[in-house]
């Protein structure tokens, strides 16, 4: 059973950063492509960042040159540094781990406000 577990989310001014981490267990976390997705309200989830077990990265246009994702297979961990933060990146951020875009695991989300 794979378990993820998401933190570093909350609230922060326009212009700031944050970074999350998702921790995955009960898997073989280096075959599996891992990701961040987020859902902001009234909207569809839309992906923002994967990177494959392969180490390729795709980034959504819109985060583009502002995100980050990185992974610690050493530490089945996989990290989305956001800097530059705009007030439309308000969502709920989860994370998503499997074979699959997406795959087939999901977190339970955390929440990332930024005010304006």
């Known amino acids: 059973q794979v378990q993820l577990v998401e933190s570093g989310g909350g609230l922060v001014q326009a212009g700031g950063s944050l970074r999350l981490s998702c921790a995955a267990s009960?898997?073989?976390?280096?075959?599996?492509?891992m990701g961040w997705y987020r859902q902001a309200p009234g909207k569809q989830r839309e992906l923002v960042a994967i990177?494959?077990?392969?180490?390729?990265?795709i980034y959504a246009d819109s985060v583009k040159g502002r995100f980050t994702i990185s992974r610690d297979n050493a530490k089945n961990t996989v990290f989305l540094q956001m800097n530059s933060l705009k007030p439309e990146d308000t969502a709920v951020y989860s994370c998503?781990?499997?074979?699959?875009?997406?795959?087939?695991?999901w977190g339970q989300g955390t929440q990332v406000f930024v005010s304006s």
């Open positions: 998503n781990l499997g074979h699959g875009i997406p795959g087939r695991y």
């Open positions: 009960g898997s073989i976390f280096s075959i599996y492509n």
């Open positions: 990177i494959t077990s392969g180490g390729s990265i």
